[in-house]
Nanobody
C-alpha cells in the first residue's frame, strides 16, 4: 500500500525557516515525480515545488518551483531514506497553509508538473503557520 506521511510543520515567525519532510512507503518511492502543494483557508490548492527523476538511472532529474517561492524554498530527495524534503527559508505570513506531499508514477509533461491532477498519491498534510 502506497503511503505518504508529511511532518515538520509548525508555527514560525516571519523571516524564519522550517523543513518539511515527506516519508514514502510501499511502491510510491518508485514514483517519477514528487511535489509539494499547499492550501490556505478559503483558497484553492496551489503548486509549490516538484522534483522529477528517472528511477532506473537516478539521473535526468529536475526541480520546479512556483514563482512565489523561488529563491526561498528548496525541494530535495534522499533515496536512502525514501524521503522528500521542502526547505523553507525567509517565510512570509502568506506562506501560511496546509502543505501536502504528492507523488506521480509517471513524470508529468513540463506544462503539467504543477497540476494536482498529474499526481497519483497524496499525504494527509501538515500545517505551517507564519506569524507577522
Amino acid at each position: 500500500q502506497e503511503q505518504l506521511v508529511e511532518s515538520g510543520g509548525g508555527l514560525v515567525q516571519a523571516g524564519g525557516s522550517l523543513r518539511l519532510s515527506c516519508a514514502a512507503s510501499g511502491r510510491t518511492f518508485s514514483s517519477d515525480a514528487m511535489a509539494w502543494f499547499r492550501q490556505a483557508p478559503g483558497k484553492e490548492r496551489e503548486f509549490v515545488a516538484a522534483i522529477t527523476w528517472r528511477p532506473i538511472t537516478w539521473s535526468g532529474g529536475s526541480t520546479h518551483y512556483a514563482n512565489s517561492v523561488k529563491g526561498r524554498f528548496t525541494i530535495s530527495r534522499d533515496n536512502a531514506k525514501n524521503t522528500v524534503y521542502l526547505q523553507m527559508n525567509s517565510l512570509k505570513p502568506e506562506d501560511t497553509a496546509v502543505y501536502y506531499c504528492a507523488a506521480a508514477l509517471i513524470i508529468p509533461p513540463s506544462g503539467r508538473v504543477g497540476v494536482g491532477e498529474s499526481y497519483d498519491y497524496w499525504g494527509q498534510g501538515t500545517q505551517v503557520t507564519v506569524s507577522s
